[in-house]
Nanobody
Framework: VQLQASGGGLVQAGGSLRLSCVFS????????VGWFRQAPGTEREFVAA????????YYSTSVRGRFTISRVYAKNTAYLQMNNLKSEDTAVYYC?????????????????WGQGTLVTVSS
């Protein structure tokens, strides 16, 4: 399984970006895709996740109401729409896959990771 994240860039505070994550292979029935981020000098943290079959979504409290995770089932692609970006959203964003559909907020529950895409929000 390979995941490819893209869409990062430089944006002003208050602006928007959309990240994409394309993965290979056939997802299992409990498959989920998550987004995590890591700012310099910090640990990687959960941002959002989506159950591939049901479309159920999960968010961290810091992004709820500003970020939206979605997927196009037939294209094996997940998106993270990020609105009203803040300087504290600056980080490398990673997408990852979870075969069991559980523990979606935990980094250790994910099996495969993409390479990361940098988001920089200027104030």
């Amino acid at each position: 399984v390979q995941l490819q994240a893209s869409g990062g860039g430089l944006v002003q505070a208050g602006g928007s970006l959309r990240l994409s994550c394309v993965f290979s292979g056939r997802p299992s029935s409990n498959y989920a895709v998550g987004w995590f981020r890591q700012a310099p000098g910090t640990e990687r943290e959960f941002v959002a996740a989506i159950n591939w079959s049901s479309g159920n979504t999960y968010y961290s409290t810091s992004v709820r109401g500003r970020f939206t995770i979605s997927r196009v089932y037939a294209k094996n692609t997940a998106y993270l729409q990020m609105n009203n970006l803040k300087s504290e959203d600056t980080a490398v964003y990673y997408c990852a896959s979870n075969r069991r559909g559980s523990g979606l907020r935990l980094e250790t529950s994910y099996d495969y990771w993409g390479q990361g895409t940098l988001v920089t929000v200027s104030s």
